[in-house]
C-alpha cells in the first residue's frame, strides 16, 4: 500500500532551469510533509518542509508547494546546479512533530551541465 | 553541526546470527527511530521510541527486533536472528520537534 508515490524514477535537467519533483499521498491524516535529498551511502538529509495549512514553503533555491485537495506536493529547484544531483524522498506524517515518517520510492535527479 | 553517528558503517553477518547497530543521536532530540532501506527499494519505519519505551513499531518490525537506549546517549536496534531478507541500509534517526535528522546507515549484509 504505497501511501506516498512518487511516479517519476529519475528526472534530468539542464543546469540553470528549473527542476520540478512531484509526489502524490493517498493517506488524507498526512498532514505535514518532508523533502530530503540523498546521495549514495549517506543517510537522507532534510531539504524543507510544510505544513497542511500552508500551501508553499521557500528556503531559498528551494520552493515547496502543496495542493491539498488534489493531494499533490511538488518540489522546486531553481536554478538548478550540479550538486543537486541526488535521490530526493517526499516524506509524510500525520501531525508535526509525530514520529513516523512515510517515505515515497525517490526520484533520482540528474543535473546536467 | 550537530549529528547522527552510526557504527558500524557496513556489517555483515551470518544467517542466524544476534546483530547489534548502533546509534548516538543528537544529545537534545527526544524522540528516536530506525528505518531501513532495502537495495533498490524505499526507506522504511521500522520503530520510533520516546520517553525510554517504543512508542510505534511497523508490521516489519516483528519479534525478531528490539530497540533499547541503555545509557542516555546510544540507541542501539538489536535483530536477535538475522535472515537473508533483513540485508539492507539501516538508518538511525532523532528529532526535537520536526525534522527528522539521519545518521549516515550501516549496511548489514546478511550471509
Known amino acids: 500500500d504505497q501511501q506516498v508515490k512518487q511516479n517519476s524514477p529519475s528526472l534530468s535537467v539542464q543546469e540553470g532551469r528549473i527542476s520540478i519533483l512531484n509526489c502524490d499521498y493517498t493517506n488524507s491524516m498526512f498532514d505535514y510533509f518532508l523533502w530530503y535529498k540523498k546521495y549514495p551511502a549517506e543517510g537522507p538529509t532534510f531539504l524543507i518542509s510544510i505544513s497542511s495549512i500552508k500551501d508553499k514553503n521557500e528556503d531559498g533555491r528551494f520552493t515547496v508547494f502543496l495542493n491539498k485537495s488534489a493531494k499533490h506536493l511538488s518540489l522546486h529547484i531553481v536554478p538548478s546546479q550540479p550538486g543537486d544531483s541526488a535521490v530526493y524522498f517526499c516524506a509524510a506524517s500525520e501531525d508535526f512533530g509525530n514520529e513516523k515518517l512515510t517515505f515515497g520510492t525517490g526520484t533520482r535527479l540528474t543535473i546536467i551541465p | 553541526e550537530p549529528e547522527v553517528t552510526q557504527t558500524p558503517s557496513h556489517q555483515v553477518t551470518q544467517m542466524g546470527q544476534e546483530v547489534i547497530l548502533r546509534c548516538v543521536p543528537i544529545s537534545n532530540h527526544l524522540y528516536f527511530y530506525w528505518y531501513r532501506q532495502i537495495l533498490g527499494q524505499k526507506v522504511e519505519f521500522l520503530v520510533s521510541?520516546?520517553?525510554?519505551?517504543?512508542?510505534?513499531k511497523s508490521e516489519i518490525f516483528d519479534d525478531q527486533f528490539s530497540v533499547e537506549r541503555p545509557d542516555g546517549s546510544n540507541f542501539t536496534l538489536k535483530i536477535r536472528s538475522t535472515k537473508l531478507e533483513d540485508s539492507a541500509m539501516y538508518f538511525c534517526?532523532?528529532?526535537?520537534?520536526?525534522?527528522?535528522?539521519f545518521g549516515q546507515g550501516t549496511r548489514l549484509t546478511v550471509v
Open positions: 534517526a532523532s528529532t526535537l520537534r520536526s525534522e527528522a535528522f
Open positions: 521510541f520516546y520517553n525510554n519505551e517504543i512508542s510505534e
